[in-house]
């Protein structure tokens, strides 16, 4: 079973019925992907500069191709379906899932082995509060051409422009320094009206000659296809581009904990070198796996999380869970 219909997840499910494996998806939808919001990914091999949700698109025809092989059907997918619930016993692991937003009729599915990509949610200005709904309208700036929220992902075509990074985190001083070294044009930091984390960094913007803007926001909108930023002074300043550097609302781990995994302080699963679960003793959870940005200490990239979809479902067929 994989808990996730991002392209981590999906392409689990896909690696999983290669190998003549039946799998069971679980996708809550693609508005609650992270990709969902990237406007044009450049390091996707074959397909530079796609959309997230074109990604999907392409990942979701790729997994129909492998649903029924010689007369077997090996893919299931539960669109729509949250997995809230989770027990493990020697029979293999048994999911409570439901429509998304339904409290009632939940329903049980079962399977020997359990991959988590989960993946967690950016944080957003102005969105102080966290659910489905909430995810699925969110605010109507996010999925625009002029918003970003990976530097690694969309920094290839800031070259000359004026960037504004929002956040008040040490990472988010590095992101504006790192967006002026590499790529030139302007870059200002704006806060929101919250205090830069650590003093020095303030330092460091002065050093770097980088404008550190920390009056209250009042709303993100798009405006001839840059970014206006509003202030509650009621100034406006605009942007070709704007990256979000606010940190995690939360990593999606719910249902790791509920198995025992063992967590970092910001959220992220623990695993071994394959992907599977540790629990507070360090011992693997066996046939439980956590991969994409849901595992902890590994780059929060697609072909990054590819690979441990790859790793994730090799280990489980090579050992056999032993």
Request: charged share 25%; hydrophobic share 40%; glycine share 14%.
């Amino acid at each position: 079973m994989v808990v996730g219909g991002g392209p981590v997840g999906l392409h689990a499910a896909l690696k999983g019925a290669i190998l003549n494996h039946r799998v069971l998806v679980v996708d809550k939808g693609s508005q609650f992907s992270r990709v969902s919001q990237a406007p044009a990914i450049a390091n996707i091999p074959g397909h530079p500069g796609i959309s997230g949700l074109d990604l999907l698109r392409l990942h979701r025809e790729s997994l129909d191709g492998f649903r029924d092989i010689a007369g077997k059907n090996l893919v299931t997918v539960l669109d729509g379906t949250e997995a809230f619930d989770v027990a493990r016993d020697e029979e293999g692991f048994h999911l409570k899932v439901r429509a998304v937003g339904d409290g009632t009729n939940p329903s049980t599915v079962s399977g020997k082995v359990l991959i988590l990509a989960t993946g967690t949610v950016d944080r957003k200005p102005g969105i102080g509060s966290f659910g489905w709904r909430g995810h699925e309208t969110m605010a109507p700036y996010i999925r625009g051409t002029e918003v970003g929220y990976c530097l690694l992902c969309e920094g290839w075509h800031l070259d000359g422009k004026r960037v504004a990074v929002l956040g008040n985190r040490h990472d988010s001083v590095s992101i504006a320094k790192d967006v002026l070294g590499h790529f030139g044009g302007e870059v200002a930091l704006i806060t929101g009206g919250e205090p830069l984390e650590e003093v020095e960094d303030a330092q460091e913007l002065e050093k770097a000659g980088i404008p550190l803007v920390d009056r209250p926001l009042k709303a993100l909108r798009e405006r001839e296809g840059q970014l206006a930023v509003l202030f509650d002074d009621g100034t406006e300043e605009r942007f070709d581009k704007g990256i979000m550097s606010l940190g995690m609302y939360k990593v999606n781990n719910e249902l790791a904990c509920l198995l025992g995994a063992k967590v970092t302080a910001e959220g992220y699963v623990v695993t071994d070198a394959n992907c599977e679960a540790l629990d507070q003793e360090g011992h693997r959870i066996k046939g439980l796996f956590a991969v994409g940005d849901l595992r902890a200490g590994s780059w929060k990239q697609i072909v990054v999380g590819w690979g441990d979809a790859e790793t994730a479902v090799i280990t489980a067929y090579a050992k056999r869970l032993d």
